[in-house]
């Protein structure tokens, strides 16, 4: 897996200073994405073990919050063999940080199914995760008021909750994730 950038002290990508992850590879391809030069799966650099234990290093602060994950798309299938162990590893190493992660696929008709790879490896990201943003950007649906998200047809999930009541659970501003 090859990652396009890492943001060491990132505040756009979720409530608080965060470490983010962009991998590379999006099929989505959407109109006027942010980042389209993370649609090549072949761009930026390898995604190795001393890239890994970076990130795990810049997060030994007290001051960060959490790590976000995105791209790209992380639910890729070439990513997500990838990124399951080692969001296992990171979320072991910091179980009170808060893990979110962007999709430009659906939690419920994608992720969940199995239409996006295979669906062991989606569960073991999915577990370590406590926030999706999940669905395409739409640029007809584009609106710089939302928080955390392009489109208003992209929701904001809490992962843990939603997983355990089979019910898609919304996570508010009000939340500590």
């Known amino acids: 897996m090859n990652y396009a950038t890492i943001k060491w002290r990132d505040v756009s990508n979720g409530p608080g200073v965060r470490v ?3 991998v590379s590879g999006c099929r989505n391809r959407c109109k006027n994405c942010f980042n389209p030069e993370t649609w090549d799966f072949n761009y930026g650099n390898l995604f190795t073990r001393e890239v890994e234990d970076s990130i795990i290093k810049s997060m030994d602060f007290d001051y960060i919050k959490g790590f976000t994950l ?6 890729e299938p070439e990513n997500a063999e990838a990124l399951a162990p080692f ?3 990171l979320r072991k190493k910091f179980p009170k940080k808060s893990f979110w992660c962007f999709t430009g696929y ?6 969940l199914t199995g239409k ?3 669906i062991d490896t989606v569960m073991r ?7 999706l943003v999940d669905g395409k950007f739409v640029e007809e649906l584009k609106d710089l008021n939302l928080r955390f998200r392009g489109s208003s047809n ?3 999930i809490l992962v843990q909750p ?3 009541s089979d019910e898609v659970v919304p996570w508010d501003e009000n939340s500590e994730l």
């Open 154 to 156: 992209q929701r904001i």
């Open 20 to 22: 983010s992850l962009y």
């Open 116 to 118: 996006k790879g295979d």
């Open 162 to 164: 939603s997983l355990e």
């Open 125 to 131: 990201i999915l577990k370590c995760i406590d926030v």
């Open 106 to 111: 659906d939690y419920e008709a994608d992720l």
């Open 70 to 75: 995105l791209g790209g798309d992380p639910f």
């Open 87 to 89: 969001l296992e590893r």
